[in-house]
């Protein structure tokens, strides 16, 4: 038989077990597309990559050990269970809205990996239950409903910036320039609540009955007062160098964030305020945040190296509050910032610029890890030149659920 013939022979009919492992590769295919960890926010860019990946896995794994191999890989790209040191793509959390601050203003993303433009606002968060958005920009306050509709707006004579909601859904905290005002959650009754403030922004202790809030001074000093009263029921002083200020222990214990942590153990009108960890020499604070059981993530950066440890750390209830049992979530190349909790206070969310990916982490460890990249571009379509990094301002459940 010449080459021709051969040749011949081999179109006229099928090649003996074609057919079968055609089959077992579309089996094996078929499993890996049903075990994906689909993205919500990068599902309608990535559906032409999966239709192109199947293809050819399932073209070449017939009739090759590579293309098996090529199945693997793909597993891999869209999601496999991993050790803990190892993290892998898992699905994002279900359930809950984030607020998303970004160039063209917030988004509001659903679970289902839709969002929604409100307008362009400087920043926003969220009102106790997700039912509505407080939004800054230039001199205006503005009161947002999910789907962009403005119940009211509040202008003053100075830049506005860091409008908080408080808990009981009935005061709104913001900052006037240095000063520190509060407005009822229906836009009336503005008025000036403390001047001399530094650019941090207001922290509502986690009261529904009572409209408390902490604040930082100028000087250094921390401050809690109770909006309507005027009673002043904290007041100690801290580092100027303050970044942000977190409740915990239901209300109990304030933590003070500062770039470089100071040592801080005070306790005044029934609240504790401590400060954050100790971190190695050279190292900065970038952001905290407080999980459930008593737990406390934080990013430790490290300027020399340029890579940022994300450290899990449990805090003992007894006076003052101890850090014990660091361990080590996560560590990345730049800065890691921007933590954000769940709802359910069980999943941790963090920006990494440096690699352009937003990061979730189910606490406590590192049970499930998730990730989506080209992040900066999917809140600045279009836009010309580099993205800039978007900034999750919060995370509320689903409308209706308790």
Not at 169 to 188: C, D, H, S
């Amino acid at each position: 038989m010449n080459d021709a013939e051969l040749r011949s022979g081999l179109q006229a009919g099928p090649v003996p077990g074609e057919a079968e492992a055609g089959e077992r590769a579309w089996q094996v295919v078929r499993q890996a597309y049903a075990a994906r960890e689909r993205l919500p926010w990068i599902e309608r860019h990535s559906r032409v990559v999966i239709v192109f990946a199947l293809l050819a896995a399932l073209a070449v794994g017939a009739v090759s050990p590579p293309g098996r191999a090529l199945v693997d890989t793909f597993r891999d790209t869209v999601g496999r269970e991993a050790p803990a040191t190892q993290p892998a793509l898992v699905r994002l959390p279900p359930g809950g809205r984030l607020l998303v601050d970004s160039p063209r203003g917030p988004w509001v993303v659903h679970a289902d990996g839709s969002k929604r433009l409100l307008g362009a606002y400087d920043a926003a968060s969220w009102s106790p239950q997700g039912l509505f958005v407080v939004a800054t920009r230039d001199h205006q306050v503005v009161a947002v409903e999910p789907d962009g509709h403005v119940r009211w707006t509040l202008t003053r004579p100075g830049l506005v910036a860091q409008a908080r909601w408080a808990p009981s859904g009935f005061r709104i905290a913001y900052r006037e320039g240095a000063t520190l005002r509060v407005v009822i959650g229906n836009g009336e009754g503005d008025r000036l609540l403390a001047d001399g403030v530094a650019p941090v922004a207001p922290a509502w202790r986690p009261l529904a009955v009572r409209n408390q809030l902490a604040y930082a001074d100028r000087a250094g000093k921390i401050h809690v007062i109770d909006v309507d009263t005027r009673e002043q029921l904290l007041s100690v002083p801290s580092h100027r160098s303050v970044e942000k200020l977190l409740w915990a222990e239901g209300g109990r214990r304030l933590i003070v964030l500062s770039a470089h942590p100071a040592d801080l153990n005070r306790r005044q009108g029934g609240i504790r305020v401590v400060g954050t960890p100790s971190l190695p020499a050279g190292h900065r604070l970038l952001d905290g945040a407080v999980l459930a059981d008593g737990l406390f993530a934080y990013a430790d950066y490290d300027p020399k190296a340029d890579t940022t440890a994300l450290i899990q750390a449990a805090c003992v209830t007894s006076d003052p509050c101890l850090l014990i049992g660091p361990v080590r979530l996560f560590q990345g190349d730049g800065k890691l910032e921007n933590l954000v909790v769940s709802p359910d206070s069980r999943w941790l969310y963090f920006g990494w610029p440096a690699a352009d990916q937003a990061v979730f982490l189910r606490t406590p460890g590192v049970r499930k890890l998730a990730t989506v990249p080209n992040i900066a571009e999917e809140f600045d379509p279009g836009g010309i030149g580099p993205a800039e990094f978007p900034y999750v301002a919060g995370w509320v459940p689903d409308p209706g659920s308790s």
